[in-house]
Each structure stands twice: as C-alpha cells, then as structure tokens.
C-alpha cells in the first residue's frame, strides 16, 4: 500500500506543469508554430517560393505555393497557373451558369469552391 501511495505521489507530481502566459501558444492569439523536419521537399518547396503547411482534414504537411496570377478575373481555367474558380463562397451559381472568376491564389487544393470553365460554373466540389 505505502509502495502505491509513493508511486501516486510521484506521478502527481510529475504531471504538475506551469501554465502558460498568454501567447505562449495556448491561450493567446499568436498562431502555434508549425515544426516542419529539414527534408529535400522541404528545401524543394521553400526553393520554390512555397511553404510547407497542414492541410485538408487531416492536416498532412504540404507545399502550398502561391500563384502569380491569383486574383485575376478569369472564365476558364487555362487563363490561369491553377484553376479559374468563382471567388464568392457564399454564393455560389448553379451549374452550368454564366460565370466569371478569379484565378486561385495557390496551390492548396483543399476546401470548397466552384470551377469556371468556358465562361459557366460547374458543380461546387468540397474537397477535405
């Protein structure tokens, strides 16, 4: 018994930790860190203009590069480095609408929107 008190003791202790001032990444504005491992693709990625970040659902680590072009009024994809997409989220045209879009700002694929190509809108495609 005094064996299983000593070591409920020790544990105790041991899980006692300060808590942390505002903006020390837990209860402040300030955005934690994202810890990203030197590897080739991150030197790749970074080489290129991009940054590695978590993304979709999962939150897997990924190059997101910006584009050139984004924000430039568009109707179809190929006036664009990524896709001609509308820049409203809220609302959205029906498919197969006259639209006009904008081109994407990078290269994250993750999220909802709705593609223009040929000047009409196609369905809104969520991808997570």
Do not use: H, W
């Amino acid at each position: 018994m005094k064996r299983l008190v000593m070591i409920a003791a020790v544990l105790l202790v041991a899980a006692c930790q300060p808590v942390p001032e505002k903006g020390d990444y837990g209860f402040g504005n300030e955005p934690a860190p994202v810890a990203v491992p030197e590897s080739p693709a991150a030197a790749d990625c970074l080489a290129r203009g991009g940054r590695m970040q978590p993304v979709g659902r999962l939150q897997t680590m990924q190059c997101v590069t910006p584009y050139a072009d984004a924000g430039k009024r568009c109707t179809d994809s190929d006036q664009c480095a990524g896709e001609c997409r509308t820049p409203d989220v809220t609302v959205r045209p029906a498919q197969g609408a006259a639209a006009v879009g904008q081109c994407q700002a990078d290269s994250n694929r993750f999220g909802c929107f709705t593609r223009v190509e040929d000047g009409k809108a196609e369905a809104t495609l969520c991808v997570d």
